[in-house]
């Protein structure tokens, strides 16, 4: 019996995810969409950390950086800087959201 490729196996977790995060999703009340923006903008701190340690990385000691540490440098940044615009971009909307629930003064 043969197993199942690891490349075709992530691929449908990946798929499967795509689905329950549609549904769920889509399933949200309005009146939860604002306090599960603010934990998405949580997670997304969370990832930064990653990026910058990615961003942050090296050879080992007195080596010469090679090209996978060079690719890993790039990626990182790319990804603090995508993280970095959905942490303030996602902060802006749920102000926003918020102020809509603030009582109008006459």
């Known amino acids: 019996m043969e197993a199942v490729?690891?490349?075709?196996?992530?691929?449908?977790?990946?798929?499967?995810a795509i689905f329950v995060g549609y549904y769920?999703?889509?399933?949200v009340t309005p009146a939860l969409h604002t306090p599960l923006m603010a934990v998405t903008?949580?997670?997304?701190?969370?990832?930064?950390?990653?990026?910058?340690?990615?961003?942050?990385?090296?050879?080992g000691a007195g080596e010469a950086p090679t090209t996978a540490v060079w690719i890993s440098k790039g990626a990182g940044?790319?990804?603090?800087?995508?993280?970095?615009?959905?942490?303030?971009?996602?902060?802006?909307?749920?102000?926003?959201?918020?102020?809509?629930?603030k009582k109008k003064s006459k």
């Open 41 to 59: 903008n949580a997670i997304s701190s969370v990832i930064i950390v990653g990026a910058l340690l990615a961003a942050a990385a090296h050879g």
């Open 5 to 16: 490729d690891p490349t075709v196996f992530r691929l449908a977790i990946f798929v499967l």
């Open 24 to 27: 769920v999703v889509w399933s």
């Open 77 to 101: 940044a790319i990804a603090a800087g995508f993280a970095a615009v959905n942490i303030f971009g996602g902060f802006l909307v749920t102000q926003r959201m918020l102020a809509m629930y």
